[in-house]
């Protein structure tokens, strides 16, 4: 049974950083896909980034290019989301979820992932 526990978020300034952590467990294939989403009190649900175990693909979001950087450790079974200027309507429930055999684009647009951790958040406020 693949379970999907998250970390790291909290309460940080506009313009800081953190870092969230994904531990996965319970695959039974080396191909699969891991996303961060978030969802804000209100808007719809955003596929932020996704990257592939396979072969370190990934794919972000607009609103995050360039200040969102993912990353897998696949000995530690973990994907973490380095978040840097990190903006007031960056504040949301980050949840980390699964796709097996999937591609990150299209994990991370369409959102139907196999998967979900339960979700950490994250709140951006001076």
């Known amino acids: 049974q693949v379970q999907l526990v998250e970390s790291g978020g909290g309460l940080v300034q506009p313009g800081g950083s953190l870092r969230l952590g994904c531990a996965a467990s319970?695959?039974?294939?080396?191909?699969?896909?891991i996303g961060w989403f978030r969802q804000a009190p209100g808007k719809e649900r955003e596929g932020v980034s996704c990257i592939s175990t396979f072969d370190g693909e990934t794919y972000y979001a607009d609103s995050v290019k360039g200040r969102f950087t993912i990353s897998r450790d696949n000995a530690r079974n973990t994907v973490y989301l380095e978040m840097n200027t990190l903006k007031p309507e960056d504040t949301a429930v980050y949840y980390c979820?699964?796709?097996?055999?999937?591609?990150?684009?299209?994990?991370?647009?369409?959102?139907?992932?196999?998967?979900w951790g339960k979700g950490t958040l994250v709140t951006v406020s001076s």
């Open positions: 979820a699964s796709e097996v055999y999937g591609k990150p684009q299209w994990a991370c647009t369409r959102g139907l992932m196999d998967n």
């Open positions: 319970g695959f039974t294939v080396d191909d699969y896909v």
